[in-house]
T-cell receptor, first 116, second 114 residues
Framework: DQQVKQNSPSLSVQEGRISILNCDYTNSMFDYFLWYKKYPAEGPTFLISISSIKDKNEDGRFTVFLNKSAKHLSLHIVPSQPGDSAVYFCAASDNAGGTSYGKLTFGQGTILTVHP | DSGVTQTPKHLITATGQRVTLRCSPRSGDLSVYWYQQSLDQGLQFLIQYYNGEERAKGNILERFSAQQFPDLHSELNLSSLELGDSALYFC?????????????FGPGTRLTVT
């Protein structure tokens, strides 16, 4: 049972344009959502997060949107840069208020390629 | 560099064998997490330790076990290995175990079972 799904295995965009990565979830108990970025031969690195009490969180070029009714979140990168090329993982926690929030459920990842 | 170290980087072994993966968390971090990433899969949570005690368990097989030592480093033991255990194993750490304490991942150990 895939509780967090990233239905697009890959996305290709031009430098300077917007990248939109999507993620859907099924578990209504999830209350905290995160995006991680992963380069080859490295571990995932935290990018941005959002609590279920918000619908938007912005950090520089990165914005995450949460639509709880649709159980959908998206990551917008504007403008996209070649250095953003990586695998992006969506993750969710159902224990944000507890001591095991790090028990994250990850999506399968989306490979983003930004062309110069 | 996340500050989380994992050894070894690569491990090739045969079916039926036992291996130990090691993780040193970032300085000051009390929580250690183990995740498994199989081919074309997202990361699967295995287990969490907080200051030496098991805190949460995920889809960890009975053939797998882990522990966190007094110096806070952790080891993941995989026994009676099967071909399907071939995967990337990531260790992550955080200051605590609650939201706001983001996970810092190590570079992973790639295990190949032949």
């Amino acid at each position: 049972d895939q509780q967090v799904k990233q239905n697009s295995p890959s996305l290709s965009v031009q430098e300077g344009r917007i990248s939109i990565l999507n993620c859907d979830y099924t578990n209504s108990m999830f209350d905290y959502f995160l995006w991680y970025k992963k380069y080859p031969a490295e571990g995932p690195t935290f990018l941005i997060s959002i609590s279920s009490i918000k619908d938007k969180n912005e950090d520089g070029r990165f914005t995450v949107f949460l639509n709880k009714s649709a159980k959908h979140l998206s990551l917008h990168i504007v403008p996209s840069q070649p250095g953003d090329s990586a695998v992006y993982f969506c993750a969710a926690s159902d224990n944000a208020g507890g001591t095991s929030y790090g028990k994250l459920t990850f999506g399968q990842g989306t490979i983003l390629t930004v062309h110069p | 560099d996340s500050g989380v170290t994992q050894t070894p980087k690569h491990l090739i072994t045969a079916t039926g064998q036992r291996v130990t993966l090691r993780c040193s968390p970032r300085s000051g971090d009390l929580s250690v997490y183990w995740y498994q990433q199989s081919l074309d899969q997202g990361l699967q949570f295995l287990i969490q330790y907080y200051n030496g005690e098991e805190r949460a368990k995920g889809n960890i097989l009975e053939r797998f076990s882990a522990q966190q030592f007094p110096d806070l480093h952790s080891e993941l033991n995989l026994s009676s290995l099967e071909l399907g255990d071939s995967a990337l194993y990531f260790c992550a750490s955080s200051v605590g175990g609650t939201v706001g304490h983001h996970l810092y991942f190590g570079p992973g150990t790639r295990l190949t079972v032949t």
